[in-house]
């Protein structure tokens, strides 16, 4: 998964993999880091980057732009860019344009399906849960319409990329 955030008028470039410990590899400019996840509870993370170990709180605001985290107690305001979600955001919430397939942003395992085939869903309303990287992701509907497809079920295993429903 390749994101890009911005700290400080610096802008960077994060590729999140899979290792082969179970850990994750984060490249940052190119440059390789082992990192390991733990969410102690809802916004607040405990990473271990290279053996050193930090406490991160991100900082709940309604609007991306203000998005912050403090490690330690110092705060470090951010605007992050998520290809996919760009994506998305251009395609726009509306119910035309046909099915939209759910995919898996990075590989995890379905914790809970939220819905039914044959449920109404709204535009950003949860579809299931994901757990990747010891969080738990909720997928979201891209659109207002039905859920025609439910492809995975509790426990499954998924991968980058995988076709997870279909709303119609």
Do not use: C
Not at 109 to 122: A, H, K, P, W
Not at 147 to 165: T, Y
Request: charge should be neutral; glycine fraction near 10%.
């Amino acid at each position: 998964m390749k994101l890009y955030i911005e700290i400080a008028g610096k802008r960077r470039e994060i590729r999140l993999e899979t290792a082969d410990d179970g850990a994750y590899r984060a490249i940052v400019d190119g440059e390789e880091r082992k990192v390991d996840v733990e969410m102690l509870r809802a916004g607040i993370f405990s990473l271990l980057i290279d053996g050193r170990a930090y406490r991160v709180v991100a900082e709940e605001t309604p609007e991306i732009e203000d998005s912050a985290v403090y490690v330690g107690r110092e705060r470090f305001a951010y605007r992050m860019e998520d290809p996919r979600s760009l994506r998305s955001r251009r395609r726009g919430n509306d119910s035309e344009g046909g099915p939209r397939t759910l995919k898996a942003s990075m590989p995890g395992r379905v914790v809970r399906i939220l819905v039914t085939e044959g449920d109404r869903v709204s535009a950003g309303k949860g579809v299931l849960v994901l757990e990747a990287m010891k969080m738990q992701n909720e997928v979201k509907s891209p659109k207002d319409g039905t859920v025609a497809r439910l492809l995975v079920a509790p426990g499954e295993a998924v991968g980058a990329g995988q076709d997870l429903a279909v709303i119609e």
